[in-house]
């Protein structure tokens, strides 16, 4: 086997040592199995996904928030320039508003009886608890917010979290604390963060019951598939690269990803897919569910661009380990980006998307494509990339 140390480095870690900074920890001492996926995932956030001024969308899945991660890692990251545009549960950002309003919430244990926390009015979340009243107060608080005059009317979901990040952010200072909601951040530094399931949470029950007693809220889904596929035409279009850092799975991976065969597809614009992937997910691709479907599989429908993907990774891991430790590394890595502020453009960068659907768009069959032609300037495309199916990283 004398080849090997041509094809690929040597396995030999570094020793852990005292003070050890995150980046020595991560590029000396992750090297095998998903420790190895980890630290190509930080790899490329740090050095491809964030060059030039790439895109950056971020899609959240299962209890990060009520773990704190919003305040943790997602608002500094939001706060750096380093995510652009996120699509979340509504759950998250339910439980992001505890912490928005103030509210108080404790790291237990797993191992409780559940039947004694019911009967003293306590919610659990695995090892995470708070009073029963945390709710009912967030509940009130929503449906306060959304009785506004500027709530009543039909509106798409990155529209309605800007309006009750706002509200957010106002209890905020009169509590005095800053920095504790991804709301009242998204409000504060424009990302627009869109819900693909809005009726599917806490703020979407809330909006339903004020219904009822006449409330004109209502979520344009229509708007929210449009305006997210308008978010990254405009990247592309304008040389720009588009990124997606998937932590979970389920419904907003989707929403996420959908946006290039919406582009492509459905509205008959030429584009190629996203350029890079990276996914932190406990999901299995053997099932067939989306969750866990691999970025290989995802350049067969058009969603991540062919070229780009032996950079793609898969990291199968617990967000709540990856994320923070991403987010330590490419924080110590690189400077922070200007704001895009892209919430702020929504109406201009949709205009866009509109005029090429109406140019190429049809309400007739979409000309079949299957040209992997390279990029101009390229060579052709090889054709052996089903061989990364999973995306094991970087290239050194």
Partial sequence: MPSLNKKFPRLLPEPIRKNCSVIDLIDGTFKAYNGARLAEGARLFSEKMLLKNGLIGMSLTGALTPAGLGRAAIIPLMKAGFVDWIISTGANLYHDLHYGLGMELYAGSPFLDDVQLRHEGVIRIYDVLFDYDVLLDTDAFVRKAIQGPEFQKTMATDEFHNKLGKYVFEREKKLGIKETSVLSAAYQYGVPIFTSSPGDSSIGMNVAAMALRDSKLQFDVNRDVNQTAAIVYDAKSSGLTSSVFILGGGSP????????????????????????????????????????????????????????????????????????????????????????????????????????????????????????ASKKNRKPLRRNLAKRSIGAGLKK
């Fill in 253 to 372: 991976k989707n929403f996420m990803l959908q946006t290039e065969p919406q582009i492509q597809e459905v509205m008959g614009i030429e584009e190629r897919g996203h350029d890079y992937f990276l996914q932190c997910t406990d999901a299995r691709p053997d099932t067939g569910g989306l969750s866990g479907a691999t970025p290989a599989e995802a350049v067969s429908w058009g969603k991540i661009d062919p070229e780009s993907l032996p950079a793609c990774v898969v990291c199968y891991v617990d967000s709540t380990i990856s994320l923070p430790l991403i987010t330590a590394y490419a924080l110590s890595k690189v400077k922070p980006r200007k704001l895009k502020r892209l919430y702020n453009s929504r109406e201009k960068i949709y205009d866009k998307l509109c005029e090429q659907y109406f140019k190429h768009g049809t309400v007739e069959k979409i000309a079949h494509r299957t040209d992997l």
